[in-house]
């Protein structure tokens, strides 16, 4: 069982404090990037679904302060992602609209420019991608589709942020590993979750198709895709200055065309936090606990708003009531072997009442 580092910042953090304490957690996390050696190739994996800014997507610091770091100590850094269906759509016969680049500039993560940034759906369809199947991915009757870029890098890490979602409930650092599917390995999962109409709609136009398995293993499929990554994911890091406690994943929680619902609810962390850990599972549950934690805060009319429009999605409505340890992200990811619940919490900077919070939800 691995510790999770987790660092508090002064109350409305400069550029300084944030990249500091983002430093200070990938040094003591990964014993110093141990793991490097000069020249190999980093996958930085950023959350990326929209071009909205953070907290809908990572925090630009997460991305170009571990750039940076890993820059000086001789790492060939490469950011990459694909954005939602909604915003990016690849299909067989290529990409029918949006790049994930333009997102990547729009949110303010990076700017159109970047040499560093790839785009996984312009690799090509079949160029671009490769099938993944194993012992721990059974809820995907023949694998699922995933970036090639997972076989070209030496190291993967993964740069989250900490919001809910309209139809998971939560997206963290699990949900993310998403975007390093294909298309049609994404529509195959929505399929068995809530509200798969919308992304049937944004699939129009091209020829992916969407079918229910009847397997109900919309979580397990999720968790699984980290069984892909799990050789060369290093570490899992948060920046939590805001956390989107309300909808998501996107600003607004569902969209059809010119129509949007559900704008999210952004919480000002007190303190703002900083945390990473080399366990996926102990990252991802700790992420779960501060999102539990910020959504106490939650005022009554954004509550009620998010109850009346997703009333009828358990995973959105179950959320809260659901202890940490018990959650499928948490469950399914221990079963398969990702990682386990957090051995120690390693505070700095955090007040004792919010330790004790995190604490107990961790418990």
Known sequence: MKPVYIQGLPPSP?????????????????????????????????????????????????????????????????????????????????????????????????????????????????????????????????????????????????????????????????????????????????????????ITRAARGSTLMSADDGTGTFFEKIVEISDAISDKLRLTLSVATEVQASFGPDRYGIRAGPVALGRGYVVQLDPPLVFGSTDQIAAEATALAVLKDARQSLPFFPRLAQRVVLFWNPHVQGLDRTPVREHPYIRHGMKIGLGQMPGELVFEGVPGPVQERLRGLLA
């Open 14 to 198: 400069g550029p300084e404090a944030i990249a500091s304490a983002i430093r200070n957690i990938i040094l003591e996390a990964t014993d110093n990037l141990s793991w490097l050696r000069e020249g190999e190739t980093v996958l930085l994996k950023p959350a990326l679904n929209s071009p909205d800014s953070y907290p809908s997507t990572t925090h630009p610091f997460a991305v170009s302060i571990t750039a940076e770091l890993l820059a000086e100590r001789g790492a060939k850094v490469v950011i990459g992602d694909q954005s939602g269906i909604e915003h990016v759509l690849h299909h067989p016969g290529g990409v029918l609209h949006g790049r994930t680049l333009d997102n990547y500039a729009r949110s303010g993560m990076g700017n159109g420019s970047d040499s560093r940034f790839v785009s996984f759906e312009e690799g090509g369809w079949d160029e671009g991608f490769y099938r993944h199947s194993s012992e721990n991915t059974g809820s995907w009757r023949n694998g699922f589709f995933i970036t090639s870029w997972v076989k070209k890098t030496d190291h993967i890490i993964s740069l989250p942020r900490v919001s809910t979602h309209s139809q998971a409930g939560a997206t963290l650092g699990l949900k993310s590993m998403v975007g390093i599917l294909r298309e049609d390995s994404r529509m195959e999962f929505h399929a068995n979750g809530p509200y798969n109409v919308f």
